[in-house]
């Protein structure tokens, strides 16, 4: 998670596996969080709980993965 100065908070592991969810998601999709009304930092946490569910990494949330959310 960003801090409010855009520094790295929290888990280190959770955090690498958030930032690169959301590198992937503006270099593949032109994610640009700006466009749907959020800073960096909301964004990096909604990549954050999005890279917890997406088990397989592949930028997509399948039946199986949707299911581990309840």
Do not use: C, H
Not at 19 to 28: G, I
């Amino acid at each position: 998670m960003l801090g409010s100065d855009g520094s790295l908070k929290g888990n280190s592991l959770a955090n690498l596996s958030a930032l690169l969810t959301l590198q992937r998601a503006e270099e593949v999709y032109g994610f640009v969080p700006e466009k749907y009304g959020l800073t960096e930092a909301e964004a990096a946490d909604i990549a954050m709980v999005f890279s917890r569910f997406d088990v397989n990494e592949d930028g997509q949330l399948e039946q199986s993965e949707l299911r581990s959310l309840w």
